[in-house]
């Protein structure tokens, strides 16, 4: 059974910056790609950032780049998102997911994502 479980959510002041971490167990992390997703309230959930098996290849959702990188630790089992410059927009509920698909052009998609974390809140007041 995958468990993936975030930390590092919290409360920043627009500027600011956060550090996300979501931790794996259960099957083979380092084979695996890595996303993170978030939802606002009464939005739909959205594609954040995505990387690799081997974080050879990342892909972001326009409205973060420049400011959020996700990275990987396989050895920790780990996968992270910094987000810097952080904006009153960012706010939601950040979650991980883990994807079969090594492939960055299907990482945007949801349905490409079988396992779930519970999610960390976010919050950038402005």
């Known amino acids: 059974q995958v468990q993936l479980i975030e930390s590092g959510g919290g409360l920043a002041q627009a500027g600011g910056s956060l550090k996300l971490s979501c931790a794996a167990s259960g099957r083979t992390f380092s084979t695996y790609s890595m996303g993170w997703f978030r939802q606002a309230p009464g939005k739909e959930r959205e594609f954040v950032a995505a990387i690799n098996w081997n974080g050879g290849s990342t892909v972001y959702v326009d409205s973060v780049k420049g400011r959020f990188t996700i990275s990987r630790d396989n050895a920790k089992k780990t996968v992270y998102l910094q987000m810097n410059n952080l904006k009153p927009e960012d706010t939601a509920v950040y979650s991980c997911?883990?994807?079969?698909?090594?492939?960055?052009?299907?990482?945007?998609?949801?349905?490409?994502?079988?396992?779930w974390g519970q999610g960390t809140q976010v919050t950038v007041s402005s």
């Open positions: 997911a883990q994807s079969r698909f090594s492939l960055t052009i299907y990482l945007r998609d949801i349905s490409k994502y079988d396992y």
